[in-house]
Nanobody, 112 residues
Framework: VHVVESGGGLVQPGGSLRLSCAASGFTFSRVVMSWYRQAPGKERELVASISSTGAITNYADSVKGRFTISRDNSKNTVYLQMTSLTPDDTAVYYC??????WGQGTQVTVSS
């Protein structure tokens, strides 16, 4: 099983970024996928989740209206579109397949 994030980087406050998570080694279309993040000195927190078909999504209150989770089951990929970024969004973002597999994380830094 592989879960690999990409798309992180440095962005200015107010900017946007799209993270991708490519998965393999399991039946992607049957698995709930989530994005988590962990800021320095803080616990890892759930950012967003999406059901196996993509019909149901859930978001942390802190990102509602700014982040959008989506998935393309034909590409075994889940995305996190992030807009109106603030320094508080700075963290390592992790993709999680709810069969207990984590990606290695991708750093997102929001700074001017």
């Amino acid at each position: 099983v592989h879960v690999v994030e990409s798309g992180g980087g440095l962005v200015q406050p107010g900017g946007s970024l799209r993270l991708s998570c490519a998965a393999s080694g399991f039946t992607f279309s049957r698995v709930v996928m989530s994005w988590y993040r962990q800021a320095p000195g803080k616990e890892r927190e759930l950012v967003a989740s999406i059901s196996s078909t993509g019909a149901i999504t859930n978001y942390a209150d802190s990102v509602k209206g700014r982040f959008t989770i989506s998935r393309d089951n034909s590409k075994n990929t889940v995305y996190l579109q992030m807009t109106s970024l603030t320094p508080d969004d700075t963290a390592v973002y992790y993709c999680y397949a709810r069969i207990n597999y984590w990606g290695q994380g991708t750093q997102v830094t929001v700074s001017s």
